[in-house]
């Protein structure tokens, strides 16, 4: 299978439009090994990063006439190797957004009316500069917090540091890759961090739990992927729906959601009974092996078949399968892994089944990647607050393993009656709050109680309806933000480079968070002249030539060995230095030291559980409004089990494939209307929906009203006692006929 066969069912099966599309052409290289001419057919190419999500690609910025023409991969840059993603290719439909925010806003009726008048900078910044003031004055430095995703987020959290308040939080910690963090931190001592250090390339046997790749795009690891399986690796795939990579896979285990810990247990239990496991590495780097033997020891596939509905065998048969593969047998470690309340568990389990193929440290399993360090621009100020968040005061609500700022215990602090309640102000830098929080009525009580809420966004998103003010910010391809230099197994440095001049009248986040800090006394803190000098200073402190890193958008370090096999001995963060199968802190604090199987609550009859997952050519709610992104998936569609969808309760007959639906929820919350999409590709006890859909933001005009929002539907949601994370798929919905027309 070649990658661009792997891309192409990929394509087809979640907007067959894909391949066909003029996206195509700029759409990875369409031979594997060759990649494609990045050549101009402009005036001129500008290397930046990609901000269309946050894998952080590089990308080439090619201008004609002051209008970029198009953006393609930069093959210098080791995250995109000269290919990007679908949406990265279709950046300039973020940028050419005839909805984008082009003046400041300044709310001028009740929170919520979404009814604004149109200011100067200077006034929207003087009146945010004066509510920072007097809440600092009324409450103190700390009753301030800031959301921030995206690495613009960089300045806004550098004056959080100068304002002195620790308080910043993003939703991609406790409602998204949390509870991962905290289990393979509870194991081996260290949390995973982006991009995660695993060996994707060099695995023979990929297990993908519930993750969804070649729908969720990361594009270096789809890339890997897709290279893996053209070599010759084959996957095995956990999930209540056929996916795409499930399209793929040797084994297809269709798991009923939320038993994966019993399937993981089981399949420890073939490991540990037929003596498949790394005795070897264990007996040297593990500790605990014989309290797992014995926790295991009844956990059968025959058990586990009984909870999962997953046959015993096949749970018997991928159990050797992925054995028979070790050390290079991944077990993926997941990404968003907010599902249940009990992820750190899964997290746990899954971290431990890896331990048993003797993986981490290994080529095909977990790798040490390296990072390039730069030194910091001199400020020659001490910082009021080091904001080190979680770690330097509490605002994790107890859990004790978060190892970040909660951003929904953000969001109690800011609600009355609340036990940490003490958060005034928010600002919230490329965060949709409404659709990334748990329970939107809790989101908007806490909006309802606060002195000053500003936003700062490209887009006239949700959340900016609800903000006192709104500051406008241009686009990453009209601006310098910091160096990006995340741990990889090429270590590098990325350069973020203004293409074309901000349009409008928007302006780049570093200009913006100077400002600001003028205004409220802390402009020492901000001695830069702009964000081009500021990288610049870094990047000769740091004896690297200037004008090459901005030519070339990278600077490459140097590549040392990254596992066991090129001569790196594995070394554990753990307290024992060892990999804890058995976890003495988890015992410590209470909790299971190894995982156990809870039951999760079904729920009420005629209901189906709701699961959400991603589409290749978005960014949840952050593409919708992209014209170019919605040729290949304009919304999205609610998919029912075909069986399931002959005998609806409420539905004069069997609901048909594109019909639209209501999606009622378990407390009477609605969302859509829908098309459904009626399929044998998913298990007849739930449905799926793809997140960032169903926009209340009128402003988004192609977007708003288009499909159903998961978020509006989560109503409920179980925290993880480990690390504070909220598992959303404990929702249920029931369909509701619209119409017969499709
Ligand atoms: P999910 O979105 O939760 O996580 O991507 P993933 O880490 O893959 O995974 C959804 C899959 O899990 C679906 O296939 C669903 O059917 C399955 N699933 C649901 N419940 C269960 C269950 O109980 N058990 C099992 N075994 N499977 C289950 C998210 C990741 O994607 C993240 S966090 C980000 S921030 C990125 N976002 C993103 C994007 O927005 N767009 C695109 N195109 N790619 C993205 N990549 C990243
Ligand atoms: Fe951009 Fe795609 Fe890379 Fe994300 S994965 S940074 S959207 S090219």
Not at 437 to 446: D, G, N
Not at 630 to 642: G, H, K, L, S
Not at 714 to 725: C, E, L, Q
Request: with cysteine; hydrophobic share 40%.
């Amino acid at each position: 299978l070649t990658r661009r066969q792997f891309i192409q069912i990929g394509g087809a099966a979640v907007g067959g439009g894909v391949v066909a599309s003029g996206l195509a052409s700029r759409w990875w290289g369409l031979d594997r090994n060759r990649v494609e001419d990045p050549g101009t057919d402009g005036d001129r190419v500008v290397a930046s990063y990609c901000e269309l999500c946050f894998w952080g690609c590089g990308v080439l910025a090619h201008v004609k006439d002051g209008r970029v023409t198009k953006v393609t991969g930069n093959p210098d840059h080791p995250l995109s190797k000269g290919r990007l993603c679908p949406r990265g290719a279709g950046a300039t439909g973020l940028l050419y957004d005839p909805d984008r925010l082009k003046r400041p806003l300044v709310r001028t009726q009740k929170r919520g009316a979404d009814v604004f008048e149109e200011v100067s900078w200077d006034a929207a910044l003087n009146k945010v500069g004066e509510g920072l003031l007097e809440l600092k004055r009324r409450h103190g430095p700390e009753a301030l917090a800031l959301f921030s995703h995206g690495s613009g987020g960089t300045w806004f959290k550098h004056f959080m540091k100068a304002w002195g308040s620790p308080n910043v939080g993003a939703p991609s910690y406790a409602q998204c890759r949390g509870p991962r963090e905290a289990g393979y931190l509870l194991t081996y001592g260290t949390p995973l961090g982006s991009p995660e250090p695993i060996d994707l390339a060099h695995a023979r046997v990929i297990t993908l739990i519930g993750s969804h790749l070649g729908e969720n795009m990361h594009n270096t690891q789809v890339q890997d992927l897709a290279d893996a399986i053209g070599s010759g690796a084959q996957l095995v795939v956990v999930d209540p729906r056929f996916s795409v990579a499930a399209s793929k896979a040797r084994y297809w285990l269709p798991i009923r959601p939320g038993t994966d810990i019993a399937l993981l247990l089981a399949w420890m239990n073939v490991l540990v009974e037929e003596k498949r496991c790394d005795a070897e590495y264990l007996a040297q780097h593990a500790n605990g092996l014989e309290e797992l033997k014995a926790h295991v020891a009844g956990k059968t596939p025959e058990w586990a078949a009984a909870i999962t509905g997953v046959k015993a065998e096949l749970i018997r048969d991928s159990a050797r399968f992925i054995a028979a593969a070790r050390p290079a047998s991944l077990i993926h470690p997941g990404r968003h892994t907010t599902w249940y309340g009990d992820d750190t568990q899964r997290a746990r389990a899954m971290a431990i089944l890896a331990a048993l193929l003797g993986s981490w440290g290994r080529r095909g399993g977990y790798l040490t990647f390296n990072k390039m360090g730069l030194p910091p621009y001199k400020v020659g100020k001490e910082m009021p607050h080091g904001g080190k968040g979680a770690a330097d005061k509490p605002r994790n609500g107890g859990y004790p393993v978060a190892g970040e700022v909660i951003a929904s215990g953000l969001c109690d602090a800011a609600t009355p009656g609340h036990a940490l309640y003490d958060l005034k102000g928010w600002m919230v830098y490329g965060c949709n709050l409404i659709q990334a929080l748990p329970s939107r009525k809790q989101t908007i009580e806490a909006i309802q109680n606060l002195d000053l809420l500003v936003s700062i966004d490209v887009l006239p998103a949700e959340i900016c309806g609800w903000s006192d003010v709104v500051l406008p910010e241009c686009s990453y391809l009209e601006r310098e933000d910091d160096v990006l230099a995340p741990p990889w197994r090429e270590p590098f440095l990325a350069l973020r480079q203004e293409a074309v001049p901000p349009l409008h009248e928007s302006k780049p986040g570093w200009w913006i968070a100077k400002e600001l800090a003028g205004r409220v006394g802390l402009g020492d803190y901000f001695p830069w002249k702009d964000a081009r000098e500021y990288v610049d200073a870094r990047l000769t402190l740091g004896r690297h030539d200037v004008a090459e890193a901005r030519r070339r958008g990278v600077v490459l370090g140097k590549v040392g060995p990254v596992c066991e096999e090129e001569g790196l001995a594995i070394e554990l963060g753990t307290d024992s230095k060892k990999i804890e199968l058995h976890s003495e802190e988890l015992k410590r604090l209470g909790f299971d030291p190894i995982p156990n199987y809870v039951p999760q609550e079904e729920g009420p009859a005629g209901h189906f559980r709701l699961l959400m997952g991603r589409a290749p050519t978005h960014t949840f709610g952050r593409t919708v409004n992209n014209r170019l992104l919605a040729e290949p998936y304009p919304e999205n569609e609610v998919w029912v089990n075909a069986e399931a969808a002959k005998a609806l309760p409420g539905f004069p007959g069997p609901l048909r494939n594109g019909e639209r639906v209501w999606l009622v929820n378990q407390d009477g919350a609605r969302s859509g209307p829908v098309r459904a999409k009626v399929t044998q590709r998913i298990r007849d006890d739930c449905v799926f929906l793809v997140h960032g859909w169903g926009q209340g933001a009128k402003r988004l005009r192609y977007a708003h009203g288009k499909g159903a929002s998961d978020a509006e539907l989560v109503t409920r949601y179980k925290v993880d006692p480990i690390m504070g994370g909220t598992g959303m798929s404990v929702n249920f919905v029931r369909l509701e006929p619209v119409g017969r027309t499709a």
